[in-house]
């Protein structure tokens, strides 16, 4: 039988699954709208559908596997990817602030949510390694 993870580890996987669910299917339902919201225009069918795909069913598709993610080991390997993902999020948007300064908002509450994201990823592989 495999081990379960410690319950603060499955809550914080779990709690960035579900933002990644529906901000996925956010921008499924509503391209235009949710796009429009930093800025983007999506002036075309083809590109509602790419930010379909990107933004929806990639988004949507990462957190549902986060989701079944369920014994240590692949509680630990789905907490290792979302450190991955938010450490890239976290580099690009503060790559872009070096290259272009600062953005109006809402880029700056968007880093804050990537560097709250990526340091609970870190915490849930912590406390994954302590309850070792």
Partial sequence: ???R???VTRALLTLN???FIGLGA???AWPSEMAATVEI???SALARGDIRAVYGGLELGFGVGLLLARDRVTVGFA????????AGLVAAR???MLAEGVPPAPGPLLLGIELAGLLSALL???QLRVAR
Avoid: H, N
């Fill in 79 to 86: 907490c290792q990817i979302l450190a991955l993902v938010f």
């Fill in 26 to 28: 956010g921008f499924l």
């Fill in 41 to 43: 225009e999506a002036t």
């Fill in 1 to 3: 039988m495999f081990e």
């Fill in 17 to 19: 699954a579900l933002a």
């Fill in 94 to 96: 503060a790559g872009s």
């Fill in 124 to 126: 849930a592989l912590r």
């Fill in 5 to 7: 993870p410690p319950a």
